[in-house]
């Protein structure tokens, strides 16, 4: 059997999205080897410019950005990385259970998915906040099972669309049991869109703990992730102080590099589905 | 029962019931969280005797469902309770707060609404070619920003003395640097406040342009691809009067519903950026209080952000069956 | 002498960029140099399979290019200048005026949002041909000619409001109001039914007569054109075949191309003599689940092992509902449906895996009846490996005999559904069908979506297995002509019911009931004259009545 992906031509953008998402994972994972000081140590002077010492200059107390930077990406990526995974389980198996199973259990699962989307996530999150201990564990569960709502809605859809077509009926007709139906039948075309939506999450995730970080509400200190970089050092821009934007832009490189890979994926792989299957 | 006023009822009735959900999930999915109110609010070091009064003052001693009814009843009337943490009525302390963040969104809805239309319409109208690129490719990295991501790139490039800000300067006549901070106050004149909250506005419109401005594009290409699109180029219609008479009336629907949705995205986009300006509203007023651990206002201010979304996202759907000429005139 | 030349055509070269998924653009001609004249007044019919360009030229009488299709080369001379690279603001001024269009679906081709008759009138209006109340009463007098109820009322109607006909005509009215010298006609009655088909037809051909209008009038069906064409162009991709006049064409035809179009309806099958059936269907009724409308009605029939039952009938008539019922996918309310001896149960879950494995089923769609993500071989050999346990070598071969039989050759069973032809795709289900030894096969309207010569080649194939391998057919078609073509029996189904039912001999020969009437002297047959002599003995038994 061919596999689908073979012979593939990566175009630039999905390229320069692909290698950056590679970057920013690789300093995550072996932060604590490349990062040059310690994440929570004064080592120069406040707000100092970058230097051949401090690669991107000092934060409000002194620290290297660089090495505070290194360790946030490590922290905002686990945590978005985990919560949509979370999003993600949760929300796939919920979404292929109601559209198989039809009836009532759909009803129910869509009416409570519905009712978690008609109050927007940030407001969601920041009453469920003003009660919960805020830890990692907290921040993930909370970011997890709101952004589920999406994931369900879209496998729902994609598993009904499925499951309506003539080859599901063709495998039903032959007598064929369910796991076959779902697993070999209806998976393996859903699993595109699928993919390029865990990419979708997961810039939601970022975006999101990077959000309640910056409220005040995400990480607290002495660790920190981007979000929670830009709060620390955002008075310096008055100054002329641009060390807050350097977390910054770390968020907004990694949020387009993943968009770039996830549109990729879809746009590659949706063209499967009609096109030549070579 | 006409069937266009039956759909419309259906859907205030559908709004209805979602409030009332909504205001349930906000008191009592907080109460089913796992963990002691009064302790959060407290702290580890609270005594036994401070939690205990803490409890009776939240009225934690009564079942959940009675305190919900009382809450609800309390908001039906306008009453909010007063805030655990100074004892100031929640309604009040909402009221003028409510107002400037009224005034703050719908300063970015009457820039970015147009704007995205004419953008969305420019990119459709060329699709393709390098209008549509430009545009996409800009919408696409400011989608990717979240609000105070933008917040500050906009503060960095507009507060500092550099070439723009001289030139914003050189034609305005003045510094062209803009303060960092967004300071209301009452008794402020309308002008006053709107030079107070130029940034806020710059910055909430480019979050909010990109999505709507794609959504548009999208809405009107989807028409503009339409068979009878096609038939009005055939009878050799000025492209004008294929646009106004033949694509705009079937376009109206999606597009308002576009521009609902996105308010709908702009209240939440406001909470955010009022933290940054420190602009003194009802975002601030809410994110404050989360930190405080201040239930009864959380509560209060998260019903009025849901109520808002809730209530545009409802307009969007009845303007969409309003205007759809099937639903309109049934055989 | 003076010229009456309207249309003149010379070396027009088409072409136009593809997308094909996952590779660069490229660039495909769709018309190689296609020579084509039209006097003034005449229909000249455009006739082909999909993919031969004569949509394409037909919309080139008004230098349109649909979807960014350019016209590249050659000479379009219409009223004596040539348009092929005149000015978008001249272009507006002859569209609309010197040439109309009808589109094959006027239900997407009108606006929603309009009234019927501002967008008839319209046209007459932004080119100032005539002022509105003159406007508006040649829209009236169009309605009626065109047969449409109420001619007066019609117009102030939305599109949504009338039936699919009605649009049809609407649209011809739309078309001839501003008193064009030219009419494109792309298709204008495949989409309808076909007693509805003859209807508009008729009123089209009154209409482009009474008007003196000329006409391009494109169509697959080369029965429909021998109605309405003075001349016909037999096209394939994008070049010209034959042209001629119409009896020339349909009757002695030049080219091999064009002799199999015309042969294609001539197709014969003998009828085999009743014998002891394998599948009975008594008096089976059904609706689905939360309406409390039959959509079978008290359904009797049955079919024999080998035998063909061919179940015919318009869109709508309950046809493959009764398919549905069959195969246990609707459970009936009432009847029985007996299987080889057997009672089989009603609903799916019942039935043991012999009762799944002898009735098989194939789809219209051969596209959307084949997992885009499994091989060819996958899709043959699993009923091999789920009904038999067949694995490894002897599935391998077992699914090369099976792309034998159904003439697809080595290498087939390693591809995807997206890498086969729609006859290639057909032909697979047919394989994975016959892969389980079915003893009944139902046919859901299996050659509706291909080209009359590729689904030629399937009813051979489907002929040469029944006699093979003894299976029987469920035959499930709204097209007479496959019928005549391959069945034993045949049951008639209208609004849910069997209104005639017996062997084909039988079935097809008078006297007829009402509905059966009207649907066999609608399918329009390759006779010149055939519309106007069924029109006129028509209205001769409804004024007799």
Redesign the interface.
Known sequence: ??L?FTQT?LPLAAFIGLSLTGIFLFCAVFAQWIAPYPIDMAVGGVWESPSAKYWLGTDTIGRDILSRLIYGGQITIFVALASSALAFSLGAFFGFFAAVNGGWIDQTLSRIV???M???????A????????LNLTVLILVIGVLDSTRVFRLSRAVAVDIAV???V??A?????GGAWVIF??IL??ALSPLVAEFGLRF?FAV?FI??LS????GIQPPLADW?GM?KEN?DG??Y?K?A??VP?FA??AL??SV?LVADWVLT?TS???????? | MHPVLKLVVQRLALGLI?LL??SA??FL??EA???D?AQ?IMGQSATPQALANMREKMGLDQPPLTRYFQWLGGVLTGDLGLALTNDADIAQSIGQRLGNTLFLAGCAAAISVPLAIILGLIAARHAGKWQDKLISGVT??T???????AA??V??LL??DNVLTQAIGWVTGGSGRLL?VAMVFPGMGFWERLNAVILPVIVLVLVVLAHMMRMTRAAILNVMQSAYIETAELKGLSPMTVIWRHAFPNAIAPVVSVVMLNM?YL??GV??VE??FGYNALGQY??D???K???PV??AV?LI??AV??VL?MLADIIGILANPRLRHPK | MADDTLLDIKGLVIEATSY???EPPKEVTLVHGVDLKLRRGKVLGLIGESGAGKSTIGLSAMAYGRGGVRLTQGTITLNGRDIRQASARDLRTLRGKEVTYVAQSAAAAFNPAKRLMEQVIETSLAHGIMTKPEAEARAVMLFRKLGLPNPEAFGNRYPHQVSGGQLQRAMTAMALCPKPDLVIFDEPTTALDVTTQIDVLAAIKEAIRDTHVAALYITHDLAVVAQVADEIMVLRHGRLVEHGDTAQVIHAPRQDYTRALVSVRSLEHEEKPPAPPILRVEGVTARYRGTNFDVLKNITVDLAPGQTLAVVGESGSGKSTLARAI???LPPTQGRIGFAGRQLSRE?KG?T?DD??EI??I?Q?AD????????V??IIG??LE?YFGLRGAARDKRVQDLLDQIEMGKGFA??????LSGGQKQRVCIA?ALA?NPKLIICDEVTSALDPLVADGILKLLMALQSEAQVAYLFITHDLATVRAIADKIAVMYKGAVVRYGQKSDVLAPPFDDYTDLLLSSVPEMEIGWLEKTIAHRRMESAGN
């Open positions: 059997m061919r689908p031509r519905d009712l978690m008609a109050i927007p996530s940030l407001i969601v920041l009453v469920m906040l003003s009660v919960l201990p077509m003539d080859y009926e063709a039903k007709l032959r007598g064929e070999r039948e393996p075309n810039i975006l990077s959000t910056f409220l005040g509400l979000g830009v955002k821009l008055v002329g641009s807050a934007l910054a968020i907004a949020a387009i968009n590659r063209s499967l589905k009609g096109g030549r299957g070579g | 979602l959900a909504c999930v906000i999915g907080v969280l796992p963990g109110t959060a696409l990295t989608i990717s920003l979240p609000e105070f991501v500050y790139f503060i960095f507060t500092q960092p709908a209240v939440v909470v955010v933290v940054v809410l994110v209080h989360v930190t651990r201040d239930l959380v509560q998260g952000f849901a979304y809730i996202n | 094909p998924p996952g195969t246990g996918l799916l039935r895996k799944l494995r098989q089923m789809y769609m959307t009846a084949m997992n885009p993500r499994q091989t071989g996958t699993r009923p789920f390693d591809r995807y559904p997206a890498e994975r389980a």
